[in-house]
């Protein structure tokens, strides 16, 4: 095990402020990770995510994974070597040990060794109903031009009870509980530019003191509605974002996907997938990459989620690899029609033959 496994989210911060002088804008931001301002490469802008559950950075900007985990964050902000690195987060965490560069450790007797998780053993929980859970009806159900250009009809919107706050500029995107339908979330789309850069595009709803955020990991966006049509197919698509789920609901008849909200797939998440009798999972993810480094990042990064699903399960991925070229950078498989989806979907790549071709 290593101290970077065992530092939680505040830790980090607090180090990330303190030692690398960065600053942290959302602690609580898009899939719950922490933002940060950009520092790794001197900007401002904030898009470098940190993710407690995988213990890992991400910029989505000119970095990519290169700052994955702190001690490689440390290493570019302090232009060190990682047994630097490590000497100043132990010195900070008043932590003493040998380290080494892969399987990075601490040596100790009452450490148990990793296990692979059972996921039949997983027991997802049922999260807590939000109080006043339909406050987020107050604002109006409604037609929404900018999301109709991108496919999302009217009766996606009414499936989904997606409401419209047109002073705020937001749309209000309310979550259901994977296993009773209950308001367990209320999540909000800032569509004003200036908004979202500084606070994210994707945030809890907030209204008359109370956060309508929930945890994440332990839902899929789309779910409660959509398991019967995952039940028939055996099949779930897995879309980053609400959005993917509401576009794909608006082009065919029957809507198996969900959303996992972030870039991440936890193995609650998989066991909700399992408990519906699923045969094959699809990773439909945005494009994260413009050059091949970037694109190989992803792929690793998607090879790391898929190994988490059981064997016998089939793992297949969309993916528009550069030479291809039919989605945009940031661009969801859905992004760009019906037709685009249905042909990246119809060449997906079986997982065994994705893995090879790093």
């Given at each position: 095990m290593s101290i970077l496994q065992d530092l939680n989210k505040e830790q980090v911060i607090n180090f990330v402020e303190e030692v690398l002088q960065g600053h942290c804008v959302n602690r609580d931001g898009y899939n719950n990770n922490a933002i940060f301002e950009s520092f790794c490469h001197g900007s401002t802008s904030p898009k470098l995510y940190y993710n407690e559950d995988t213990h890992s950075f991400f910029c989505f900007s000119c970095c990519g994974s290169s700052v994955n985990s702190l001690a490689d964050l440390t290493m570019k902000v302090k232009q060190c070597e990682f047994?630097?690195?490590?000497?100043?987060?132990?010195?900070?965490?008043?932590?003493?040990?040998?380290?080494?560069?892969?399987?990075?450790?601490?040596?100790?007797?009452?450490?148990?060794?990793?296990?692979?998780?059972?996921?039949?053993?997983?027991?997802?929980?049922?999260?807590?109903?939000?109080?006043?859970?339909f406050a987020y009806r107050r604002f109006p159900l409604k037609r929404l031009p900018m999301w109709e250009k991108e496919g999302i009809r009217f009766r996606t919107l009414k499936k989904y009870d997606i409401r419209y706050d047109e002073i705020g500029e937001k749309i209000i995107i309310p979550h259901f509980s994977w296993d009773n339908g209950s308001v367990i979330g209320v999540r909000i789309r800032n569509l004003n530019k200036e908004v979202a850069d500084k606070f994210g595009k994707y945030v809890?709803?907030?209204?008359?003191?109370?956060?309508?955020?929930?945890?994440?990991?332990?839902?899929?966006?789309?779910?409660?509605?959509?398991?019967?049509?995952?039940?028939?197919?055996?099949?779930?698509?897995?879309?980053?974002?609400?959005?993917?789920t509401m576009q794909l609901n608006s082009y065919l008849e029957e809507n198996n996907s969900?959303?996992?909200?972030?870039?991440?797939?936890?193995?609650?998440?998989?066991?909700?997938?399992?408990?519906?009798?699923?045969?094959?999972?699809?990773?439909?993810?945005?494009?994260?990459?413009?050059?091949?480094?970037?694109?190989?990042?992803?792929?690793?990064?998607?090879?790391?989620?898929a190994y988490r699903i059981p064997e016998g399960i089939k793992v297949s991925i969309i993916w528009d690899s550069l030479e291809n070229g039919l989605l945009e950078y940031k661009d969801s498989p859905t992004d760009k029609g019906k037709e685009i989806y249905l042909e990246l979907f119809n060449n997906r790549i079986n997982f065994k033959n994705f893995e090879v071709a790093i």
């Open positions: 047994k630097e690195a490590m000497n100043i987060i132990n010195s900070y965490f008043g932590v003493s040990g040998k380290y080494h560069r892969k399987g990075v450790g601490r040596k100790s007797r009452n450490r148990t060794k990793k296990r692979e998780v059972n996921i039949e053993e997983i027991e997802v929980p049922s999260l807590p109903p939000q109080k006043k859970p809890p709803f907030y209204f008359r003191g109370q956060m309508y955020s929930h945890s994440l990991k332990y839902n899929l966006y789309g779910y409660w509605q959509n398991k019967e049509a995952i039940q028939e197919t055996k099949t779930a698509i897995l879309f980053e974002g609400e959005k993917g969900v959303a996992v909200c972030g870039s991440n797939l936890s193995y609650e998440q998989i066991k909700m997938l399992l408990l519906l009798g699923v045969e094959e999972i699809v990773f439909a993810f945005d494009k994260q990459y413009q050059n091949k480094e970037e694109e190989l990042l992803w792929k690793c990064k998607i090879i790391k989620l």
